[in-house]
C-alpha cells in the first residue's frame, strides 16, 4: 500500500503536522464533497431531499457502519452522541434486582456518568494496576450476580491500551450481566466484529478514528436484545409508524431504530458517508497494521529521547494513541503548535495520536521538537 497516496485527501496534512486523530479524524476531500452535495441537493429539492435522497444517505452510512461492524443493519441506530446512546439503553434496563453498573476507572467520564446520576445504581470502578491496562481479573472480581451490566473502553482514551473483550463479555454473561463497549476510539483504527466479542451493547461515532466530524453515534443493539430494551426515554423516530403522527398512541420499532430519538444530523451523516468511504476502502486491519508501524516508532524514539510512555507492556494491546509523560504538557503542546505540530494533552502527559495518514518523518520530528530540537523533516 503506497501509504503517501492518501495525505492528498487530507488539506490539513498540507498545514501542519497532524497528530492528533483521537481528538478529531482530519476531513477529507471525500468528506467535504459530500458535505458539499448535501447542500446541493437542499437548493435544489426543498424538503422533497428527504423523501428522495436523505432517508438513502441515512441507509447508506447505516449499512456501511453495519458492515464495519460485522452487524446487520437493523441491529444498528444512529444516535446523536455516545451519551445519548449510553442514556438510552441506561434508561431502559431494571435495576431493581440488579443495581450494581460495573466499569473501568480508566473509561472516558460520559460512561460513569450515565449512571452516577441515577439513585437506584451503584456504581463500582475497577482500579487499573498499572495506570495503563485493567486485568480482565480486576473486573471478574467486581461482577456478580448482583450486577446489571459491564461496561467499559474498547480502548482506553488515556492510554490507547486495547482491552480483550471478549473475555470481558464470558465474565458478565456469567453472572447474567449484559456486556456494553464504549468502542468510540477504537473503531476505525482496531478491527472489531460484534458477534465475535459477544457484546451485548456496541458504541462508537464518526468523530475520530472514522473521520466523520462530530454530531452522530452509533448504536448496536444484538438482535434478540432489542426487542426486550424498552427505553423511558423516545421520540418520533423510536415510533413504529413515525409518520402517522398519533400522538394518542405509541408503540417502540421492532429494529435498533427504537433506540433513535429525532432528525439526524444530516450534514454529519455526509461527512460521515465520506469518511467511512476512505475506511472501508482501505479496511480496518489495513489501517491497524500502519497505525501500528508510526505507533512503535514513535514509542521507540521518544523512549530513546528520554520519556517515559503509558501504555500497554504489549504491542499487540496498543492502539495508535500514545501518551509521552511531561512536567508541563500545556506548555510542550503549545510549543508543538507554534512548529506547526497539532496534538493534545492531559494532566501530566502530551498525547500524540497518529492515523495511516501521517509519515514515519512526522513521527520523528514531533519526537525531535519535543526534545529541543527543530529539525525540520516534514
Ligand atoms: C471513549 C470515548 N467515548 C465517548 C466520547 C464522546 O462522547 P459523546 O459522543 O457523548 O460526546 C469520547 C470523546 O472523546 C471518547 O473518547
Redesign the pocket.
Known amino acids: 500500500m503506497d501509504w503517501t497516496r492518501w495525505r492528498a485527501e487530507f488539506p490539513i496534512l498540507e498545514r501542519s503536522t497532524y497528530l492528533n486523530s483521537c481528538?478529531l479524524g482530519a476531513l477529507s476531500h471525500r468528506a467535504m464533497a459530500r458535505i458539499a452535495t448535501f447542500h446541493e441537493q437542499w437548493h435544489s429539492y426543498g424538503a422533497s431531499a428527504w423523501y428522495e435522497l436523505w432517508l438513502g444517505a441515512i441507509e447508506e452510512l447505516r449499512g456501511r457502519v453495519a458492515r464495519m461492524l460485522g452487524a446487520d443493519a437493523s441491529d444498528v441506530a444512529l444516535t446523536a452522541?455516545?451519551?445519548?446512546a449510553l442514556a438510552t439503553i441506561a434508561s431502559a434496563i431494571d435495576y431493581s434486582r440488579r443495581p450494581k453498573v460495573v466499569i473501568a476507572e480508566l473509561d472516558?467520564p460520559?460512561?460513569g456518568y450515565q449512571w452516577m446520576v441515577r439513585d437506584d445504581v451503584e456504581v463500582v470502578r475497577v482500579r487499573s494496576d498499572d495506570g495503563a491496562t485493567i486485568d480482565p481479573a480486576r473486573f471478574a472480581e467486581a461482577v456478580d450476580d448482583r450486577t446489571a451490566i459491564l461496561a467499559t473502553?474498547h480502548v482506553f482514551?488515556t492510554t490507547g491500551a486495547i482491552q480483550p473483550l471478549r473475555a470481558l463479555a464470558d465474565i458478565a454473561h456469567a453472572h447474567g450481566a449484559l456486556f456494553l463497549v464504549?468502542a468510540?476510539?477504537s473503531v476505525g483504527q482496531v478491527p472489531v466484529d460484534v458477534r465475535d466479542v459477544d457484546a451485548d451493547v456496541f458504541i462508537t461515532?464518526p468523530?475520530?478514528w472514522l473521520m466523520g466530524g462530530p454530531g452522530l453515534?452509533y448504536l448496536y443493539v444484538r438482535h434478540e436484545l432489542i426487542r426486550q430494551l424498552r427505553p423511558r426515554i423516545a421520540g418520533w423516530f423510536s415510533a413504529k409508524d413515525l409518520f402517522a403522527c398519533d400522538i394518542t398512541r405509541f408503540d417502540f420499532k421492532d429494529d435498533a431504530r427504537r433506540f433513535e430519538l429525532g432528525t439526524p444530523a444530516l450534514p454529519t451523516v455526509h461527512a460521515a458517508l465520506g469518511g467511512q468511504e476512505i475506511v472501508d476502502e482501505i479496511g480496518v486491519p489495513a489501517i491497524r497494521e500502519r497505525n501500528a508501524q508510526l505507533t512503535e516508532r514513535l514509542i521507540e524514539r521518544v523512549g530513546d529521547a528520554g520519556f517515559r510512555v503509558r501504555c500497554a507492556q504489549s504491542a499487540a494491546d496498543r492502539s495508535a494513541i500514545v501518551m509521552i509523560a511531561h512536567d508541563n504538557p500545556g506548555g510542550a503542546v503549545a510549543r508543538l503548535a507554534s512548529d506547526g505540530i497539532i496534538v493534545d494533552w492531559r494532566p501530566g502527559y502530551v498525547r500524540v495520536s497518529p492515523h495511516f495518514y501521517n509519515t514515519e518523518a512526522e513521527i520523528d520530528r514531533v519526537v525531535d521538537v519535543l526534545a529541543g530540537g527543530t529539525r525540520d523533516a516534514r
Open positions: 481528538s452522541s455516545t451519551s445519548v472516558f460520559t460512561l473502553s482514551f464504549d468510540y476510539q461515532g468523530l475520530k453515534a
